[in-house]
């Protein structure tokens, strides 16, 4: 059975300052990994995912993951955050079947302080 | 840009009644989710359907849920006799192929059962 266990239900960062929402996952075999966020009143939009190509994975926003199987973590960063970056943010695995079914993490808040 | 959508956004019930959420995925999408998000917990998985049928369904599809795919455009989930514990925002997603691993995702239908 796959997990996901996202650290930090609020982070609170300063507009400028980095941002580090961080991501473990457990998985018998090498899974996908995704970054979704949601902004208030709306569905989850893809950032970014991870599908076993470069382990450094860029996304929408200047949001970027590494992949790092031997800490089977996958951290989401962004060098400088903007006030539009406050939003919800998930992470989550699936397998390599072709059902793709998505399990979530617990989600991170993330404010955005001026 | 295409976009999954999702209607009612919002559906009050009665325990003991039916509801119907309906989702209309993406045009030559072929894979079709359905997730629940409980008030303050994880995004869950519900049910998968490929092809006409259901290829993957949680613990919690279990047989007041159901779901169709009426008319080649339409994706529904019905909840034949709902209790309060169904209270959640309900999200569906569709997904390209088997070679496309992204899952887009609709605003959801938040469902309160009174």
């Known amino acids: 059975a796959q997990s996901v266990t996202q650290l930090g239900s609020h982070v609170s960062v300063s507009e400028g300052a980095l941002v580090l929402l961080r991501c473990n996952y457990s998985?018998?075999?090498?899974?996908?990994l995704f970054w979704y966020v949601q902004y208030p009143n709306q569905g989850l939009q893809l950032l970014l995912k991870?599908?076993?190509?470069?382990?450094l994975v860029k996304g929408i926003n200047g949001f970027e993951a590494e992949f790092k199987k031997s800490e089977t973590s996958f951290h989401l960063t962004k060098p400088s955050a903007h006030m539009s970056d406050a939003a919800e943010y998930f992470c989550a695995v699936s397998d390599r079947n072709a059902g793709n079914m998505l399990t979530f993490g617990g989600g991170t808040r993330l404010m955005v302080k001026p | 840009e295409p976009e999954v959508t999702q209607t009612p956004s919002h559906q009050v019930t009665q325990m003991g009644q039916e509801v119907i959420l309906r989702c209309v995925p993406i045009?030559?999408?072929?894979?079709f989710y359905w997730y629940r998000q409980i008030l303050g917990q994880k995004v869950e998985f519900l049910v998968s359907?490929?092809?006409?049928?259901?290829?993957?369904k949680s613990e919690i599809f279990d047989d007041q849920f159901s779901v169709e795919r009426p008319d080649g455009s339409n994706f529904t989930l019905k909840i034949r006799s709902t209790k309060l514990e169904d209270s959640a925002m309900y999200f569906c997603?569709?997904?390209?192929?088997?070679?496309?691993?992204?899952?887009?995702f609709g605003p959801g239908t938040r469902l309160t059962v009174l």
């Open positions: 991870y599908t076993s190509a470069a382990t």
């Open positions: 997603a569709s997904r390209p192929g088997a070679r496309n691993n992204e899952q887009f």
């Open positions: 998985s018998s075999v090498p899974p996908y």
């Open positions: 045009s030559n999408h072929l894979y």
């Open positions: 359907f490929y092809n006409n049928e259901i290829s993957e």
